[in-house]
């Protein structure tokens, strides 16, 4: 059988439409999918092996002096471009604050960029849904959509949807 998704009106919701392969009626979409399913079962079974070789080439490249650890080389093989990169992500825990801004005193503003982020929860959202109140919420959030994305599950464990 063959699991047909598809959003609903609520924000967050699905509606599952379960049909069988023959019954779909688009039989093209039906071959990309089991296609995309089959190629991305391939490809995963690589990751390990290019897991291991990507590890084997940092290693190399660290220890023949080519990369630093706050670096990049790149490397020309046969036509292959190979770069590799390594560096270091910086962060302030929230913990940390405090004591930071007694160490750096007045500098801390100007050493120190701080991010505020501010996101709805899913009532906002359905507030802001409402016909009735939602037009004066909704002026004051950023709405956009989702570029589509496309998952493929080999097994999705459902029940009575054969594999």
Known sequence: MTTAVR???Q???EVRRI???MSFVDWYLLEKIKKAARLQKA??????????IKDT???AALDNGDLSEDGSVTYIVDGILCRVSSGYDYSIPNTAVAGLMEALGVRFGELVEAR???TPT?????MACDADRGAEIRKHLTICLRAPQVSIIQECGEKGAGT
């Open 11 to 13: 924000p967050g919701q």
């Open 43 to 52: 490809v995963g079974s690589f990751e390990p092996q290019v897991k291991e």
């Open 7 to 9: 959003a609903n009106e």
């Open 122 to 126: 899913p009532r906002l959202i359905e």
């Open 19 to 21: 049909v069988d392969s």
């Open 57 to 59: 080439i940092v290693t």
């Open 116 to 118: 505020t982020i501010f």
